[in-house]
């Protein structure tokens, strides 16, 4: 950790921020994780050097660990049968068009922190026509207020339930 570290320094953070591992998750996100009495609002002014050592060139994001809350959407079009089971809709495409489509769901874009996933496998996923899909908030509140107001949203052209 002491070359990361130095890394780190080198790229503006400050000596008394010191990283005592890193790691990937299932997710692609990588975690830093310091020393106890750091917190991720410590380090956040310094994203730009921290996502550089990590991946020379990249950008990131740092985000405190904090819970997340969240919403499932149910009948929602998988793709398989606009292309016999081939193709299947990415959660980045899905994410477009929930934007596209509902201006409530536009409006809590930066309190989205984990953009809509596929509850179930591609591989079961090949052999449906609807599934559903789960994304996550950040506040409570926001997740009260969107399930209470939003029973529905308009996705591929379908009404889906919240």
């Given at each position: 950790m002491s070359s990361y570290n130095q890394l780190l320094k080198s790229n503006g953070t400050p000596d008394n921020q010191v990283v005592t591992a890193v790691k990937w998750n299932l997710q692609g996100n990588y975690i830093v994780i310091t020393h106890s009495d750091i917190t991720a609002a410590d380090i956040i002014p310094f994203t730009e050097g921290i996502a550089n050592v990590i991946i020379p060139g990249a950008t990131g994001t740092i985000r405190?660990?904090?819970?997340?809350?969240?919403?499932?959407?149910?009948?929602?079009?998988?793709?398989?049968?606009?292309?016999?089971?081939?193709?299947?809709?990415?959660?980045?495409?899905?994410?477009?068009?929930?934007?596209?489509?509902n201006p409530e769901y536009m409006a809590i874009t930066q309190h989205i922190v984990l953009k809509p996933r596929w509850v179930h496998p591609a591989s079961e996923l090949s052999q449906q026509d609807y599934s559903s899909v789960v994304f996550a908030v950040d506040s409570q509140e926001i997740h009260q207020t969107f399930l209470t107001n939003h029973k529905t949203l308009l996705i591929f052209g379908v009404i889906a339930k919240t």
């Open positions: 405190e660990d904090k819970k997340w809350f969240k919403i499932e959407v149910n009948n929602v079009r998988t793709g398989a049968q606009d292309s016999n089971g081939k193709d299947i809709y990415s959660p980045e495409f899905i994410y477009k068009n929930l934007q596209y489509s």
